[in-house]
């Protein structure tokens, strides 16, 4: 259908001023007097909407009028500015023809309704102005990463989504199976029988690409992944959900400093592309979810981020100790409260810290020499506190070998990842972001159930 | 660290030539005489390889010549023009330094392997001409989806994947669960206690997210997903894999004509900007993988689609069934070679049939006036057949429930889909395609697990 869009509307309105146009869109509210009547429509393609004028003069007046918020119309007519009110322009109708009828228990009347509420209507909570906003930005902010990325030649890599691994611990990962649930075969030694699964083993779904991601960066250099990832972590939480979104760029023939600098620069770039290309959308945030947004991430953009130790960052915690609930020490794990405490009071910028104590990160990342800290990094912004995590990666095979005999973990289960390090070893090194609180902390939302469409969690699964 | 990429040295070889510069890369191969030797080094950024020279000037000259195939090494050294040779230029080695030795096993030694071996080392094939060229065109091929959308304003959308749905045949799907397999937990009367599951119910992985995607459609108006589908079919094809990518646009406001431009439209683009992006890639495809490529998707472009329905479709093959081992007549599915006999020899070019047999189609799609057909389209494309398929959507409450009751569907499973139809319904359709079927047809490669890094099909979870 040749329809205008109202974000065409608004981005080239000289161009429309007093033309015959025709929009299609959904009611969002409408009210009469007797001879004529007004319509504020949204099309989803812009966040304004646009209103419509339309009098007696048309053949369906009244059944115009006797519409229910959320019909779908199409109105043909004429685009005139309007320098006295809010809106710069509006329809004079011609024709307004009902597409679809909106019932009359349309759950979502002109009123504030709770994100709670909405949370029960996914299908229909897009239609709102919060979640057109933060859906729109979603979008953005995935096309962003994808820009950012492509631009500086990443190969994007798809990790797969079934795996027979289980290298973050099998207690957390959901399983996939084509195995009859009532009637599970076993071996004559009573054990399940996963010969007869689909992969003819066990399998889970992935907590993380990265290990598959590396495989990669050994061949493409630069390469990043976007996709799902799981959690059957049974913890009801504003910021955890079961299904996810993550990004992990892995960089070959890199380190630890390569990797901030491309972190930095990442964040830069989709905040800065976010606000570009949702100004609108931006400010709606920054006026109703969350007041000091716009003024914080352009503090992002414009800071050069610090860089301290972990062992530097703890002795600048343990001064202020009685702040916080849990107190600081050498080898604890840094809590959001002491993260928000360096990035907001001590740096007032965003911050990396690096050199963890070996004990509280993973296998695979490079040994310092001290022999007690890694090359891990966790970036911090005010906030929110960490929003990426990574490090650089182990690349010499015997040191890797003996960190994971210390961990009680074999070799033989993760030979593709030895032979990395037996093949053309490069140092290496890599992050993830969690997209979801990517787009938490571009919007302000503060739930993660509503920044994804359909989102999953202990025992949700709507839709 | 500061290294250039060998693509930067062939986008921008004026700048370098003569000038001192130093790169990374894997060794490709190496031979050596007395005094001198040879390197063909890959980097991962360029599909052409680059040449270092180097002499015994050099202290580790010894070292040097004993690496083998897959070493990483890092080279400074002085870029000159070789007017005489293949290559335009190589480099003259100053500093050749080991970043990680090879072992002498090394898997890829330089001879041709074959795709099936190769299968079994999918950590180290992208090291190899041809998976370098197929996962970097996957990887712009996925860009250019996205970017065909962004720019005409689609909104990206993250169905779920995990689903408590199973509306296209549950025996084909993957279950997804934390109960325990060992000791299923059960109700009283026997039967699998899902309440006592992650999500309270059963779940599956994701077959389509179409319906989900509907909903946002009638938000935004045009919105399109690419995320993984998962099919448990116990098929052992060249053509199947039970983790793949989908790309699933839907517009709102819009009839099957628009569907079928927006198709075109896509389809003309991404093979436009992998050609233009990927020269080097696609003319080793061209020489090595698929001789007629090229100028089988220039055609493509250069095209307009023809359009015919399924039964003026019937009717033209039905006149060559001599030709088919499948014979053609009005209510069958068309197989592959109907499909391609109609786009290769009738039409010879790529050609939308239109207007199925409602009882091949699936529930959701528009009934036809005729009350026999529906308002599906299929897209063939030359060397493959079909690429796309989609409809327009039953946007009529009455007709849906009537049509699913007809199927023994019950509509209070799918509520919040007929609530799309109950609360300002609009005409809208979509299509969908599967992203490693593009892949191949873009690339020539005619195993599907030859264009997944990490595939998995029946039996075959590895890595």
Redesign the interface.
Known sequence: ?D?L?I?ELYKDQEKYLDQEITI????RSIRDSKSFGFIVVN???YFQPLQVVYSDKLDNFAEISKMNV???I?VKGTLVATPQAKQPFEIQAEEVQI?????PD??LQKKRHSFEYLRTI???R??TNT??AV??V???T??AI?KFF?ER?????????????DCEGAGEM??????D??N?PKTDDG??DYAQD????Q?S?TVSGQL?GE??A?????IYTF??T?R?E?SNTTRHA??F?MIEPEI????LE?NMELAEAMLKYVITYVMENAPEEMKFFNSFVDKGLIDRLENVVSSDFARVTYTEAVEMLEKHNDKFDYKVSWGVDLQTEHERYLTEQVFKRPVFVTDYPKDIKAFYMKMNDDNKTVAAVDCLVPGIGEIIGGSQRE?DYEKLAARMEELGMKTEDYQ?YM?????????HAGFGLGFERCIMYLTGMSNIRDV???P?T??????
């Open positions: 259908m329809l869009t974000r299609g869109g959904w009611v099309d989803g393609t959320g019909a779908a199409i597409e679809g009828a909106s019932a349309y759950p996914s299908h229909l897009p239609r979640f057109q859906f729109r979603r979008s953005l995935a096309y994808h492509q030649g990443f190969v994007y890599v798809h990790t797969p989504l079934i795996t027979a691994s959901f399983q996939v199976t084509t195995l649930m009532d599970v054990k399940v689909f992969f003819g083993k399998t779904l598959n495989t990669y050994q061949a493409f250099r630069n996709g799902p799981f059957a049974n079961a299904e979104w070959a023939f890199a380190d390569d690349d593709f032979d990395l390090r037996k093949y053309g070893s490069t140092r994804i469409p359909f999953r202990v025992n949700n699964c709507e839709l």
